[in-house]
């Protein structure tokens, strides 16, 4: 049998490969407009704050101060953070999706597994009803039988006696009467 074709991942994959133009336009539409030019300075001006105190403490010095960079530097910082905000939110929302259904995919298998668990206990059930009936058919042709008997043998019900520990039942039929003693099941001599 042949796998399936993973379509969900193929589109995922072709979500996140579309989402690195779609960042390159939004970058460049957003160094269109005068609005959006303050906002993508400031955003740089945060990241260059952010990676020079991250760059100088990880070298072991303390930060007195960073010096901002200047209008030009920063408003590329910031188109440049804008663009990979949205290639990594693209691709975690791909990442999600893909996790939700498979999730969903997991709960289906389980509650086909349950549904077939339940219809084999059912079936289980309805079979071992089918034996009991059976069972009390029989007893009740042994009883037929044996009040027929040209030996005289009667049919005693077997009794359930349970020990002392409770660890095992042992049943035995009372056949004092009659044949019984010829009969090597028949429980005499234990």
Known sequence: MAAALPVTKLAGLLIKTLAKPMSKRIKHEAN???HTIKMLQAIGQATHQVTSRLTIWSAGYKVRSVK?????????????????????????????????????????????????MRQTAESLEQRLHAIDDRLIALEKV?????????????????????????????????????????????????
């Open 32 to 34: 269109r407009s005068p």
């Open 68 to 116: 901002p960079c200047d209008a030009e530097e920063a408003q590329k910082k910031g188109s440049e953070f804008l663009g990979e905000s949205i290639v990594f939110l693209v691709g975690g929302g791909v990442v999600v999706w893909e996790y939700k259904n498979s999730k969903e995919k997991e709960k289906k298998k389980e509650e086909k597994r349950l549904q077939e």
């Open 142 to 190: 042994v009883k037929d039988n044996t009040r027929h008997n040209i030996f005289h043998e009667r049919y005693v019900e077997p009794e359930v006696l349970r020990t002392n520990n409770n660890k095992k039942n042992d049943v035995r039929e009372n056949t004092t009467t009659g044949w019984g003693w010829l009969w090597p099941f028949s429980g005499r001599g234990q």
